[in-house]
Antibody
């Protein structure tokens, strides 16, 4: 139900924008989050946006560099990632749910930050 | 920030065995907003348990969650071959959301 895209290779200091396509039902009702997983490591929460887009929250490690948003016309959630660092290298999962609960996960998209 | 500590790091069991996984929080988890996820290699995590003890849709009843406050447990009553995976606990009571480090259940 959730399909991520936009991952790839970026240079340190560069930018990437991730997209998460959702059904109309999911888009209108779910709070959406991004969770990442570095290679061989555990899960780390990144950001969340409310179902109506009126508020967003970020992990300290990405605040000021990443921006989460919604594209209503395309039923798509976005994660704009700027000033990328090597430690941002990870699989990024788009996750939807009611409130803070992580109910439904996308398949993930790999972001690699390297020169 | 609520820190979640999972134990053991690895659990070696046989199919048909009983698995007991622990998740301890550094402070009380409000409203018992504690979830458990299963992740198999190369796959996205899957929600198993939420609100500490409620099974998610489609999850077999051999999976059960219990606990409150700072101590939580995931029990798999009879391990099936498809259950071997890494399991994570996660709290969604307060910002920032946090995960435990994971427990690998292996055969």
């Amino acid at each position: 139900h959730l399909v991520e895209s936009g991952g790839g290779l970026a240079q340190p200091g560069g930018s990437l924008r991730l997209s998460c396509a959702a059904s109309e039902f999911t888009f209108s009702r779910y709070w959406m989050q991004w969770v990442r997983q570095a290679p061989g490591k555990g899960l780390v929460w990144v950001s969340l946006i409310l179902s109506d887009g009126t508020g967003a929250v970020y992990a300290d490690s990405v605040r000021g560099r990443f921006t989460i948003s919604r594209d209503t016309a395309k039923n798509t959630f976005l994660l704009q990632m700027n000033s990328l660092r090597a430690e941002d290298t990870a699989v990024y999962y788009c996750v939807g749910g009611t409130g803070w609960l992580m109910k439904s996960w996308g398949q993930g998209t790999l972001v690699t930050v390297s020169s | 920030e609520i820190v979640l500590t999972q134990s053991p790091g690895t659990l070696s069991l046989s199919p048909g065995g009983r698995a007991t996984l622990s998740c301890r929080a550094s402070q009380s988890v409000g409203a018992n907003y504690l979830a458990w996820f299963q992740q198999k290699p190369g796959q996205a995590p899957r929600l198993l348990i939420y609100d500490a003890s409620k099974r998610a849709t489609g999850i077999p009843d051999r999976f059960s969650g219990s606990g409150s406050g700072t101590d939580f447990t995931l029990t798999i009553s009879r391990l099936e071959p498809e259950d071997f995976a890494v399991f994570y606990c996660q709290q969604y009571a307060s910002d920032p959301l946090t995960f435990g480090g994971g427990t690998k259940v292996e055969s």
